[in-house]
């Protein structure tokens, strides 16, 4: 009976290992942004208006070194750190039935950003409701794609010394090439619902899934334009 018992257990613990590898890898970001209703006093040109940006910040794990190139131009944008951004933009959202949101994502499969409709797209409100988003508009795949060329010594004759066992390596220069993929493609992304924002909301989640990949930012909501500012500051750093 304890033996059947353990290895129910056992079956359980690989299907949830087995279902944690199949998940998607997902990235965060988190921030404190002013709230979308909050509207400027008419002439008020003092009070500071930060951006409703968030960001995550990662390297494109996916990126194969075929060869070591030694230099400032073996280090190409695909093996530097990316930034992929989700942004609310100044818009008229007066009675909360709508939002924009503006997002950026990088890829080193340019068919994975062949149309940014192939992702998934949706709100996660405080109340539980989750709200499907679309693209509204979209701007041509860019390509960061780079090639880099360098030389190193490549082995072409081993000899060994027949009376002393010594062993000689004679190299010759060859020059290789490494060639990083690398693309982006920014989208406008609309979304409506009843009360999609209103007034007392302390939060929304903005999510994005596609190609086993679940970028979640998380814009928590202030009414104070000083305090919305600093976080940003402090984001960005």
């Known amino acids: 009976m304890r033996s059947g018992l353990r290895f129910e257990r056992l079956a359980l613990l690989i299907l949830a290992i087995v279902a944690g590898a199949c998940g998607p890898n997902v990235l965060n970001a988190r921030g404190t942004v002013l709230h979308p209703l909050y509207a400027y006093k008419e002439g008020d040109t003092e009070a500071p208006r930060p951006p409703r940006i968030l960001v995550i910040y990662r ?18 944008m695909a093996l530097k750190l990316l930034g992929e951004f989700a942004e609310i933009p100044r818009q008229y959202t007066e009675d909360g039935s709508g939002l924009f949101i503006e997002t950026l994502i990088f890829s080193n499969y340019k068919d994975e950003l062949k149309d940014m409709g192939d992702y998934q797209y949706w709100l996660e409100l405080p109340d539980g409701r989750k709200i499907k988003g679309g693209v509204h508009v979209q701007h041509g795949r860019k390509d960061h794609s780079m090639k880099i060329t360098g030389a190193h010594m490549e082995p072409h004759l081993v000899t060994v010394d027949k009376q002393t066992g010594e062993v000689k390596v004679y190299r010759h220069v060859e020059e290789v090439e490494n060639d990083f993929q690398l693309f982006s493609r920014w989208a406008r992304l609309v979304f409506r619902a009843d009360r999609l924002i209103t007034r007392d909301m302390k939060y929304i989640t903005f999510v994005i899934r596609g190609y086993d990949r679940e970028r979640r930012y998380r814009f928590d909501f202030t009414w104070n334009p000083v305090r919305a500012m600093e976080e940003s500051n402090k984001h960005e750093k």
């Open 59 to 76: 390297k494109e794990n996916r990126v194969t070194v075929r060869h070591f190139i030694v230099g400032p131009q073996g280090r190409p």
